[in-house]
Every structure is written in C-alpha cells, then in structure tokens.
C-alpha cells in the first residue's frame, strides 16, 4: 500500500509557516514544522493553523509541530529555513558566523534522523549554507541543494512582466551565480513568449531590471522590516515538488559543481534537472565572455564566504 509523502520543516517562522501551508495546499503529503524547543508551542501553533484552514478550503493532509529532531524521521523532503533573517542594512554575508552555527545544528539533526531526505535549504548565506549542509551531513551532492536561482529568476521574471506590460506566465528569465549582489542574470536566455527580451525593451530599462534583481531582496528588507517569504517559500516547493513528482525540471539552483562551468568544490546557481534522483544534471549553456567574467567573480565571492565558513 502507498504510503503518503512526508516533508519536513526545519524553522517556524515566516518562510517555514508559508512553506507548510504550501506543502498541505497543494497536497504534496503529511508536513512536520519544526522549531527550537523554546519555540514549539509556536510551531504546534501554526501547524494547528494550517490544519484548521484545511477543513475551509478543502485540502487534506496533517501538519505536526514539534521541537524534536525524531520527528522528522522518514521524511522525503526536508527544507531548511532555520537562521537569523536579514534585517534593515545587513547583508547576507553579516549572517555567516550567526546561522553557520545553526547550519551545522540543523545538519547533524537531519543526518541522524532523514539520512535519505532530498534537502533544500534556504537559510542565508545561501550558497555558504548550502555547502556546509553537505559538509556536515556527508550526502551525495545531488540530495542537497539551495533554492535562489528560483527566487532570483522569479523576481527578474516580474519585472521583465511588469516593463513589457505583459502576463508573467510568458516570461522566462534565467539568472545564475551566488545569492547576493554579485548574481549573473543570462539575458540570452531571458525571452516573452520565445522572443529575446533585448527585442523588446531598451537597454537602460534592462539593466535597470539587472540592478533591482540583484537588490531585490535588500528591497523587501528594507520595505518590510525583515527578509521576503511568500516568493521565497514558493520557490523551495517548486522544488521539492519537482523531486517528489519526478518532474525533470530544469530549475536554476545552487548545485553542487565539480568541475561544470571552471568550478569545483563549490555551490552556486546554476540550471539543474530536478526530478526523483534529485539534482540529477547540471547544465551548461553557453554564456558571453561578459557574463563568464560576472559568474568568475559570482564565484570567487562564494567561494571567499566558503573560506571564511571553514575558518568559523
């Protein structure tokens, strides 16, 4: 007999509380939120939320809020959202030191508990959080990957929409490199409807586009008070979703990279064929020398972050 899916989240708070509502919305299987143990009863509390607003809108599926790692044993799919969230002039590199050493709890929990889990994490700095969760865990690489280039195509995709005057259901955009300032957005591969967005909007609109992607989410932060969760969240279940459905999506994600595109041993954004065997294949498009020479330097300020992580 099938047995339900079960995907686990690792963090309560805005993007954990969105990520679970979205697990039992579309009904992807039983959903587990999970907090430190001096927030529990807030997890219990919003599980209990989401479960009451399953009996109004009609979807099934049980939501369990917990402080206890054993509780996520079995899952398929754990998501990690645990960390500090950016606040009003902070950058994701002053995160480091403080959600490197939450990184490293969650890690240790989810290797002893879900040693098969495909794990998306989501924690900032992404691309230095991604690389120590398959540090610490020792996971094949494929089952470990972090969400940004969905976030990041995602916000570029809205405002390419938003400067076209035309729905974001025909745009496509494509944006590579590390989670930060220094993202590479291909816009070779960024098209309305198949037709190059170069084609249809004047190169100072672009780059104006270029720069408020790479700000976006400092935007949301400083609008808001704190980091972004709807888009975020959505962009993790995608994901997950893709993995769970086998789908064979080909998503922007920081991937493992041993070798692809000149690098090794690093994690950063690249396209990935996400579907039941995780991030099954990275793939390599052709880039301009302009944005080969952006990815480089993309690259070497993860791999600074990386450096820095070893040294904490």
């Given amino acids: ?23 039992a919305r579309r009904e992807l299987g039983d959903c587990v939120l999970l907090d430190i143990p001096e927030k529990a009863d807030f997890a219990r509390g919003k599980a209990l939320d989401i479960m009451q607003t399953g009996a109004l809108d009609g979807f099934d599926g049980n939501v369990h809020g917990t402080s206890d790692y054993k509780d996520i044993a079995g899952s398929d799919v754990v998501i990690v959202t645990a960390g500090v969230p950016r606040k009003p002039g902070m950058s994701r590199d002053d995160l480091l030191s403080i959600n490197l050493k939450i990184i490293r709890a969650v890690a240790n929990g989810i290797k002893e508990n879900a040693p098969k889990a495909f794990v998306v994490v989501i924690s900032n700095p992404l691309d230095a959080m991604v690389y120590e969760m398959k540090k610490v865990t020792g996971f094949d690489p494929k089952m470990v990957v972090g969400m940004a280039g969905v976030l990041d195509s995602a916000r570029m995709q809205c405002f390419l929409a938003m400067a076209c005057k035309c729905s974001t259901k025909d745009v496509r955009a494509l944006v590579l490199g590390g989670h930060g300032d220094t993202m590479v957005p291909a816009l070779g591969y960024c098209t309305v409807n198949g037709i190059p967005v170069k084609q249809l909007l004047p190169a100072d609109v672009i780059d104006g586009i270029v720069k408020r992607t790479a700000g976006g989410g400092g935007e949301i932060v400083k609008l808001m008070g704190t980091s972004a969760y709807y888009a975020p969240a959505a962009g993790a279940v995608e994901m997950a979703e893709a993995y769970l459905r086998d789908e064979k999506r080909i998503l922007a994600c920081a991937a493992y990279l041993n070798g692809e595109y000149g690098y090794k041993d690093m994690y950063i954004g690249v396209p990935v064929v996400i579907g039941g065997g995780g991030a099954e294949r990275v793939v390599q498009i052709d880039l301009s020398a302009d944005e080969k020479a952006m990815l480089d330097k993309s690259a070497e300020a993860v791999r600074g972050l990386i450096t820095d992580a070893a040294k904490l």
Avoid: D, H, Y
């Fill in 1 to 23: 007999m099938a047995q339900r899916k079960k995907i686990s989240v690792i963090g309560a708070g805005n993007i954990g509380g969105e990520l679970a509502m979205l697990v």
